[in-house]
């Protein structure tokens, strides 16, 4: 019986990874694809929409005993291949479940085998890579079977699936890392919000289809903030102690790492001092943070190694990092105050200094797609730079001997004379040992009223110069072809 849609109504984006799939299915030989990524980005709805209208076996791995994980497999292929009789057989261990399955999968085409949220159900039975592998090695690698492994743990993902001491090491057809949308795809969400609100949904809701969705058109930002992740009934108002408690056993320490994060601790000295966390145990939960997707490194970028010294790190997750910054530290002023009045008191006046920072994650994320509407073909490198004495938002490090340089401002401009004063004390602070040309530029959220023609070296970029260079992500690969031609 073929998957009917279980997915959303909408669903945006995901054309590559769609027609990668499409094509392994297509092909003569077996297919292995693990999919994997964070926690609400996709992963489920991307490997149904792919599994519509095909016969499929789909099956959700869960904590529980390994018993019951088999006969949820049993009765999710029964139905897939329309036979009763395999939905009634009670397998007694899972190469078992495989090989009854094998033998009544009548065709045509590959069997398509799915298991979504891999890492519980072989948490219940550290055996199944083994027997997988056995499966694959034998049988499957020669055709007849497209097997997806699904997970959200990605460190399990990349040690479990993908790693050397893996029994399906070096075995898969294709890899599938699920990454969150981009502020241009996020912006199909709300295609009614002004250019300047889609960029605020994803300041908090990142690109997290999940999150987006929680946001209406039909009210502003704030009441959005106020109704889904401030009132006690909203949709995200728990949802990061649920993504942690899901994944961890004890979840005060990681709450208290968070929170120091979101509030602007970076060093890991500075991590420790906020918490209380020695730095041993500190670098465990760090990591723990890290393969989960929540959290990320960074190193200043400037062309050479750096030192961990440098070594800071970041909330990779908006609604992360927005919920531990304005949500958990007040929960109780909020139970007193209500979600609309505080949100009034307690975000309203600090928002345009917490999209700051957020902002400059949007122009970093531009840049590519700026470089490619201007033509620039040079491999190059995306990130900040800081040292004791400046901080340098956006570096675009080029390998035609090009350095970019950029300062991004959320908030109101003064004039394009302030912005210039702000970045240029800075610039031969930055190391360039290699005596590459500088270029700067200037990102801002409204467009700035230049009085005179800037020099070569020197670009300006509003919000609507952004989203008008990534337009081309959002659209399908079809369309972008067509584009391509008419402008030829």
């Known amino acids: 019986m073929p998957i009917e849609m279980q997915i959303e109504e909408e669903f945006f984006g995901r054309f590559r990874e769609l027609e990668l799939l499409e094509q392994l299915l297509a092909g003569e030989r077996g297919a292995f694809v693990p999919v994997y990524g964070r926690r609400r980005v996709g992963k489920s709805q991307l490997i149904l929409r792919f599994l519509e209208g095909k016969r499929a076996i789909y099956h959700v791995g869960k904590q529980v005993a390994r018993e019951l994980l088999l006969v949820d497999f049993m009765q999710a292929a029964g139905e897939a291949l329309d036979d009763s009789v395999l939905a009634l057989h009670v397998p007694r261990n899972w190469g078992d479940a495989i090989r009854v399955v ?3 999968w009548k065709g045509p085409g590959k069997l398509i085998i799915a298991l979504d949220e891999f890492q519980w159900t072989v948490e219940s039975s550290p055996e199944l890579p083994s027997i997988l592998q056995e499966c694959w090695d034998r049988r499957w690698q020669k055709g007849g079977v497209m097997l997806i492994l699904c997970g959200s743990y990605i460190g399990f993902m990349e040690r479990e699936v993908l790693g050397r001491k893996s029994p399906l090491f070096g075995r898969r057809s294709a890899q599938i890392l699920l990454r969150p949308f981009s502020f241009a795809e996020s912006a199909l969400f709300h295609p009614h919000y002004s250019m300047a609100d889609r960029a605020r949904a994803y300041f908090i809701c990142g690109g997290i289809p999940f999150y987006l969705r929680c946001f209406s058109e039909r009210k502003s930002i704030e009441q959005n903030i106020a109704d889904v992740i401030f009132d006690d009934r909203g949709s995200l108002q728990r949802e990061p102690e649920f993504l942690l408690r899901e994944e961890l056993r004890e979840v005060a320490n990681y709450h208290s790492i968070l929170m120091a994060l979101s509030n602007g601790s970076s060093a890991n000295s500075e991590i420790s001092s906020a918490t209380g966390i020695g ?10 943070l890290m393969e989960l997707g929540y959290v990320q490194r960074r190193h200043p970028l400037n062309g050479t190694p750096a030192s961990k010294r440098q070594t800071r790190y970041r909330v990779g997750d908006p609604l992360l990092r927005f919920w531990f ?4 530290p007040n929960l109780g002023r909020i139970a007193v105050l209500g979600a609309r009045k505080a949100v009034a008191t307690l975000v309203t006046p600090q928002l345009d200094a917490f999209f700051g920072h957020a902002f400059e994650r949007l122009c970093r994320e531009s840049l590519p797609w700026l470089y490619e509407s201007e033509g620039v073909s040079a491999a190059f490198e995306i990130g900040e730079f800081w040292d004791k004495e400046t901080q340098i938002d956006v570096v675009g490090l080029r390998k035609d ?12 401009a003064r004039s394009a004379r302030s912005l210039r004063e702000e970045l240029e004390p800075r610039i031969s602070r930055f190391p360039n040992p290699k005596g590459a040309t500088v270029g700067l530029r200037y990102f801002t959220r409204d467009k700035i009223k230049l009085t005179t023609k800037p020099p070569a070296h020197e670009k300006w970029h509003c919000l609507a110069d952004l989203y008008a260079a990534a337009e081309h992500s959002v659209q399908k690969p079809a369309a972008r072809k067509r584009a391509k031609g008419k402008k030829r």
Request: aromatic content about 20%; hydrophobic content about 40%.
């Open 102 to 104: 094998e033998e009544r």
């Open 279 to 288: 730095d041993r145990t500190l670098h465990f939960y760090l990591t723990t």
């Open 325 to 328: 910054h304005f949500v958990f």
């Open 401 to 412: 001997k090009w350095i970019d340089l950029g300062e991004c401002k959320w908030g109101a």
